[in-house]
């Protein structure tokens, strides 16, 4: 009797034990925590266009990544605070210089609470982006709000640069009447004419002299393009313009200034 008493008692311990056990580990279960992540959309790659084979600042070799590229920067935060029209959207195009200077002028934009596109294509002219089908197609894709075009550094050494005259008023009607801004390289160089036949047809886009902003820039290995630090340079007083130029209170998020005589 003792004897079954005893072994009893001890399952009776038992179960107190395993019962106590269990619930003391669910009470300490592991948690796992959320995977998140956030990455930038990778640039997409198109056909290098050219117009006849010529010495040209793009013709010269570049990486593959540089031929031709399309970048979309969303809104960002953390920068400080700024007149810019935060939530707006701009498309920047052209050839190599746009490249060169819309990567940085992009993570300025983004860092400010705006949107921005950047469409370049290297060894790329004035008359390609006026009468292609690209560029109506980026203005009814991404519906901007500013327009930036750097376009010209393959036209400096132009003999007749008058030619391009009515396919710059053509690249401008393309753009539907939005506000734009037309940025030219910073010369290596004096060109033979062309930034003057610019500005002389550029209206109603503003037209932005870079050689008025930035001076003596430090170029890469080809003695044409900005270096790396020099691009930042670059941006930040085309960023510097456009937040002086820009009318605050225009019906547009974009209404720029008159050009002042």
């Known amino acids: 009797?003792?004897?079954?008493?005893?072994s009893l008692s001890r399952l009776v311990f038992v179960l107190v034990l395993a019962t106590a056990?269990?619930?003391?580990m669910a009470g300490h279960?592991?948690?796992?925590p959320a995977n998140i992540s956030s990455t930038e959309p990778e640039p997409?790659?198109?056909t290098d266009a050219s117009l006849a084979p010529q010495t040209t600042p793009d013709s010269r070799p570049?990486?593959?990544?540089?031929t031709s590229s399309s970048h979309l920067a969303e809104n960002g935060s953390g920068a400080a605070p700024s007149d810019l029209p935060r939530g707006s959207?701009?498309?920047h195009i052209g050839d190599s210089f746009a490249g060169a200077l819309g990567v940085p002028l992009g993570r300025r934009f983004k860092a400010l609470g705006l949107r921005s596109v950047l469409e370049f294509r290297t060894s790329s002219y004035v008359p390609e982006w006026a009468s292609g089908t690209e560029l109506p197609g980026y203005v009814a894709r991404y519906n901007p709000d500013l327009v930036i075009v750097t376009l010209g550094a393959n036209e400096f050494d132009?003999?007749?640069p008058e030619q391009r005259a009515g396919a710059v008023k053509r690249l401008v009607r393309e753009l539907g009447g939005r506000p734009c801004v037309w940025v030219t390289p910073p010369r290596w160089k004096q060109d033979s004419g062309i930034l003057a036949v610019i500005h002389q047809n550029v209206k109603p886009c503003r037209f932005l002299d870079s050689d008025s902003v930035v001076h003596d820039l430090e170029r890469k290995r080809d003695g044409i393009h900005p270096s790396d630090a020099a691009r930042e340079v670059w941006a930040d007083a085309v960023l510097g313009w456009l937040e002086r130029e820009r009318?605050?209170?225009?019906?547009?998020?974009?209404?720029?200034?008159?050009?002042?005589p």
């Open 247 to 260: 009318r605050g209170e225009g019906e547009r998020p974009w209404e720029l200034k008159e050009e002042r």
């Open 29 to 32: 279960a592991p948690e796992t």
């Open 1 to 6: 009797m003792e004897q079954r008493l005893l």
């Open 62 to 66: 570049t990486k593959s990544s540089d």
């Open 21 to 24: 056990c269990a619930h003391g």
């Open 89 to 91: 959207l701009v498309l």
């Open 44 to 46: 997409r790659q198109g």
């Open 158 to 160: 132009l003999q007749n």
